[in-house]
């Protein structure tokens, strides 16, 4: 599904926020909507879009475009995976691999990617997984003590 007119706003008003940041690699899942907010930010940063294929969202299998209650908390939990559906535990090994290989990168890097992909990112971190995050908000991961904290970029 293309990123309609709301995304582009979305996009446009993250690459605003990130436009001084520093930025120095963009990379992005190859699926439509990630690929094509990280070219509106990189656009606006004057950087190229590295694409990473382990950025792209989750296969939910027999659940695909369908509502995700009462099933998604299982899913999270580990409980419960649908048929032909990737698990959440796999899903969170593939986010930590990706994003490990893609921390080697120049620095800072901005990873753009999909709900479900990020909630499993927030599992690995030992924050909670399952929150729900506004499209196109920039998230700045920080190492604190013992664990991780998400603030504004």
Do not use: Y
């Not at 606006?44 to 027999?62: D, N, S, Y």
């Amino acid at each position: 599904m293309p990123l309609n007119a709301n995304g582009i706003e979305q996009a446009q008003a993250a690459a605003a926020v990130l436009r001084d940041k520093g930025i120095a690699t963009i990379i992005a899942s190859p699926l439509s909507r990630a690929r094509v907010t990280a070219e509106i930010v990189a656009a606006a940063a004057g950087l190229a879009v590295q694409i990473e294929p382990a950025l792209r969202e989750v296969a939910f299998g027999a659940q695909e475009g369908k509502p995700m209650q009462p099933w998604f908390d299982d899913w999270i939990a580990g409980h419960f995976t649908p048929p032909g559906a990737e698990t959440f535990a796999d899903l969170r090994t593939r986010a930590v691999g990706a994003v490990s290989r893609v921390l080697a990168l120049p620095a800072p890097v901005l990873v753009v990617g999909h709900g479900a992909f990020f909630r499993a990112l927030r599992a690995a971190m030992g924050l909670a997984p399952n929150v729900r995050l506004q499209n196109a908000i920039p998230l700045r991961c920080v190492p604190e003590n013992a664990g991780w904290r998400l603030e504004p970029a």
